[in-house]
Nanobody, 121 residues
Framework: QVHVVESGGGLMQAGESLRLSCTASGTIFALYAMGWYRQAPGKEREFVAA???????TLIDAVKGRFTISGDFAQNTIYLQMDRLRPEDTAIYFCNADAQFAPTTGTAKFWGQGTQVTVSS
């Protein structure tokens, strides 16, 4: 099984910063990208950011200029640096890994358990 574990969530005040970490481990033939989704109360899960093992980042407009995604794929680890947090950033943040078990299998998304980020005004 592929194991994905996030950490770093917490209770913050607007304007403060947090850094989330995520590590993928287990049986992995190839790891192509890792990223972050979030789900706010009463809303659908949305994509936030992702980074390929080549270092190409993608972020949604709502977090550009405030969040930075980085990766250390030698350690199967990514980070999400969240600066100038806003109450609307409050959500459970889920890490995912786009990985392949073996050469004959396709690529699938593997998910972490989520880490809660709460931002008060």
């Amino acid at each position: 099984q592929v194991h994905v574990v996030e950490s770093g969530g917490g209770l913050m005040q607007a304007g403060e910063s947090l850094r989330l970490s995520c590590t993928a481990s287990g049986t992995i033939f190839a790891l192509y990208a890792m990223g972050w989704y979030r789900q706010a109360p009463g809303k659908e899960r949305e994509f936030v950011a992702a980074i390929t093992r080549g270092g190409t980042p993608t972020l949604i407009d709502a977090v550009k200029g405030r969040f930075t995604i980085s990766g250390d794929f030698a350690q199967n680890t990514i980070y999400l640096q969240m600066d100038r947090l806003r109450p609307e950033d409050t959500a459970i943040y889920f890490c995912n890994a786009d990985a392949q078990f073996a050469p004959t299998t396709g690529t699938a998304k593997f998910w972490g358990q989520g880490t809660q980020v709460t931002v008060s005004s």
